[in-house]
């Protein structure tokens, strides 16, 4: 299956040079000599090497043959998360390298779709919220209402990330797991 420049959006995966990569970034450009193309940022979902690719306006670009299905975190163990298919019970592990910014968020039970290329897994599509619970933090000090003040606080994952001040252990908060940011505080 084939896509055109005109049809390039952030997180569409596109194949180059046999390899599947996903559009971080594009631009469409309009010179005013010569015909247009569209500049673009692509990053591998094998090597997680950046590439930058400049096709021209109206070029097709292939979709790689990839496969998604729904399998629940075990466990970690080293540099290996390990992860079972729900259907067939089948269990396979992912290299930390290949999971990206998503090892912060998985708890032990998540389930999550790990994408596949080829056969072998390469990767996981991580929700963009979770929920996860402090388990260390300082307090707050009482009176300090500076604007936009945080601190520095670790989540049931190790995951150290800012939050505001008000935001205790035990909390639950929900992170924008694209970003790694705090967005808001579930449970007290």
Do not use: C, W
């Not at 010569?34 to 690719?53: H, M, Y």
């Not at 067939?88 to 994408?115: C, M, P, R, W």
């Not at 990330?161 to 205790?168: G, I, Y």
């Amino acid at each position: 299956m084939f896509v055109a420049t005109s049809e390039f959006r952030k997180g569409l995966r596109i194949l180059v040079e046999d390899e599947p990569f996903v559009i971080v970034d594009f631009q469409h450009v309009k010179p005013g000599k010569g015909g247009a193309f569209v500049r673009t940022r692509l990053k591998s979902l094998i090597t997680d090497n950046v590439l930058d690719r400049t096709f021209r306006s109206g070029d097709k670009v292939e979709l790689p043959d990839m496969e998604e299905r729904k399998m629940q975190f075990l466990y970690r163990e080293d540099d290996r998360f390990y992860f079972m298919d729900e259907n067939s019970y089948d269990q396979l592990f992912i290299n930390e390298e290949h999971l990206g910014g998503a090892k912060n968020y998985l708890t032990e039970g998540l389930v999550i779709n790990v994408v596949f290329y080829k056969g072998n897994p390469i990767g996981v599509d991580m929700q963009n919220f979770v929920n996860l619970k402090i388990v260390k933090t300082e307090p707050g000090i009482k009176g300090d209402t500076a604007q936009n003040a945080t601190k520095p606080a670790t989540l049931e994952t190790g995951y150290v990330l800012q939050v505001p001040l008000f935001v205790e252990e035990g909390d639950v908060v929900k992170i924008d797991t694209r970003t790694g940011e705090y967005i808001e505080r579930i449970l007290k």
